[in-house]
């Protein structure tokens, strides 16, 4: 069945490195995606990642992928106060459409 | 390129009223999503549609709920009767005609249903 998992808060200092976790549960993922939601506002996609791939990286933005753990993760470095925000992950699956399944979402607060 | 228009951003609503909630994608899109999040939760789907075509219902409730795309127009998602538990952020998202990978969504419309 479909079922991505986040967990739900994270802290860091302006200037680290954040790492948002997901997990999920269909090994017949096609595409991973990783959203970002502000206060009061719609998604915006930041990233996706195809099946077959185990890592994407774009300017600060690195995704890995581990199949075999069914494990998503989305790192961003040099974390800045305007990357506080909800960041959610999201399943297509294969024969699912084109339908997103997403996580429960994980707040990251940026601190100074 | 305006992005993916959603309105009213905010409708309230008495228990019993009807919703109207409109979606204009992006322009070249001609696939269109709704997902309705509810309070502290993430986004879940309720239904595709292409033009004139419903593609997928499988998230939407089987009563008062109804999703249009007509070939001239925004989409519309109509509520019929409304209950407080419909009270939530609901998001249309719009994909490219040539690529279903990626979805825009909308700035949503926060229905509150007093």
């Known amino acids: 069945g479909e079922d991505v998992e986040q967990s739900l808060f994270l802290s860091v200092r302006e200037g680290d490195s954040s790492v948002i976790n997901c997990t999920y549960t269909?090994?017949?993922?096609?595409?991973l995606y990783w959203y970002k939601q502000e206060p009061g506002a719609g998604l915006q996609l930041l990233t996706y990642?195809?099946?077959?791939?185990d890592m994407k990286q774009d300017q600060r933005l690195t995704v890995l992928l581990n199949k075999k753990d069914k494990h998503l993760s989305l790192r961003i470095a040099d974390t800045q106060t305007g990357d506080s925000a909800i960041y959610f992950c999201?399943?297509?699956?294969?024969?699912?459409?084109?339908?997103?399944?997403f996580g429960t979402g994980t707040q990251l607060k940026v601190e100074l | 390129n305006a992005g993916v228009m959603q309105n009213p951003r905010h409708l309230v609503r008495r228990r019993g009223q009807e919703a109207r909630l409109r979606c204009s994608p992006m322009?070249?899109?001609?696939?269109v999503y709704w997902y309705r999040q509810l309070p502290e939760e993430g986004l879940k789907f309720m239904v595709y549609?292409?033009?004139?075509?419903?593609?997928?219902e499988s998230g939407m409730p089987k009563e008062r709920f109804s999703a249009e795309f007509p070939k001239e127009g925004p989409s519309i998602l109509r509520i019929q009767q409304v209950v407080r538990g419909d009270s939530a952020a609901y998001f249309c998202?719009?994909?490219?005609?040539?690529?279903?990978?990626?979805?825009?969504f909308g700035p949503g419309t926060r229905l509150t249903v007093l």
């Open positions: 998202a719009s994909s490219p005609t040539t690529s279903y990978n990626e979805q825009f």
């Open positions: 269909d090994s017949s993922s096609t595409y």
């Open positions: 990642i195809f099946s077959n791939m």
């Open positions: 999201a399943e297509r699956l294969t024969g699912g459409g084109n339908k997103l399944t």
């Open positions: 322009k070249g899109h001609s696939h």
């Open positions: 549609l292409q033009k004139e075509n419903i593609i997928d």
